[in-house]
């Protein structure tokens, strides 16, 4: 009873004070105890995210700056191009040990690949120096001089240029190539050769199809979504089923039908061909045209979607409202209804882009040799030529400039108060 007594003077009796410190202390530990528990029901997809997402999408692009094939194909010369070395008869002796070694390890192939991606007829040069390599070694002293008869370009100026970015392990050939420049022999960056560039225009190209297909999507979706909000329960749910309904095919089905609809056997053509809008078949597949059709297509529901569920959290009063107050229809939904439903149109516009931007499999079946993305290109330096690193530096790429435009739509749809946009 004592502790619970109020002083003379209306204030808190010591005991009273020290049973709030315990409270709060008893309180901060329950918080804590709970922010702990938070942590650990999310530990395990943390882990999974980190270990089947993050981790091998570091991987991927680490690639585009590191390059330790040439230096574990050939340690020696790796080794002496890092010291600074000059292209002297203790370099090519050395050169002649590497080959060596590798060949008998069969060894060879990475750092020959290596070469090969900085300077064509580098494989031809490597599978010919080692076959003399077999038959001998050179003199003491004349190394250089061995690999200059075996063949001219060992010693030609820019070969050894080439050499010595190959050396590298961390390098910026990939990322500087991934946007047609180079280093000359001096090490200064120049723009590649006309005729050898070519990922400037794929990117460009990426870029034009997927704001193509977003904005067109964008034109399509926005009154389907208006319909399908002031549509009937049963038609809506018409509707509803006709815009998931792509969902539950097959992506690769979906591009192959679209190859078959607007081949010129197709049935667009036949019946543009019966109603005698044209004279002979038009060419629908197989160009850009096509391509434009089938992403949009495959990527529109993505749009749909999102700005549907935004209208129907807009109450039908607002317009109302604003005829009452004498706006003309159109000017009452311009004005009143088209604003609140930007979040959702940006969402979904958003979402369509960055899908469109990394499709490989609809451009590969429906478009032409000059409609294809940069993913085809990624696809094709890792399949085929085993080029990880300019796999790697076009990913990165298209990475940078995902997150670019992203960050631009963050900003653009920030409220005025400076905070970030829904």
Known sequence: MT????????????????????????????????SWNAVLLLLPLALVTAIFFLLPIA??????????DYASSFPRTAALVAQGTTFDE????????????????????????RLNQDMAGFTTMLKKTTRQAREGAPAAGEARAWFENVDPRWVDPEYQAAI???AATNTDFFLLKSVDLQRDKAGNITAVPDDQALFRRVLLRTLTISLGVTFISCVLGYPLAWALVNASPGWRRIMLTGVLFPFWTSLLVRSAAWVIVLQKEGPINKLLLTLGVISEPLTLVFNRFGVMVALTHVLLPFLVLPLYSVMRGIPRDYLRAAKSLGARPTRAFLTSYVPLTLPGLGAG????????????????LVGGPNDQMISYFIAFYT?????WGLASALALNLLAVTLVLYALY?????????????
């Open 90 to 113: 203790g370099f090519y002796a050395a050169l002649f040990t590497d080959i060596s070694e590798a060949d008998a390890a069969q060894n060879s192939g990475a750092g020959a690949r």
């Open 383 to 387: 399949n085929n030529t085993i080029n």
């Open 349 to 364: 516009a958003i979402l369509v882009f960055i899908m469109a931007i990394g499709y490989y499999i609809t451009p590969a």
């Open 59 to 68: 991987s991927l692009l680490t690639g585009a700056v590191h390059s330790p």
């Open 3 to 34: 502790d619970l007594t109020l002083t003379t003077a209306g204030g808190i009796t010591p005991g009273d004070a020290g049973e709030s410190r315990r409270l709060k202390r008893a309180l901060r530990r329950t918080r804590r105890r709970e």
């Open 164 to 166: 010595a970015r190959a």
């Open 410 to 422: 963050r900003r653009l749809t920030a409220p005025a108060g400076g905070m970030g946009g829904a």
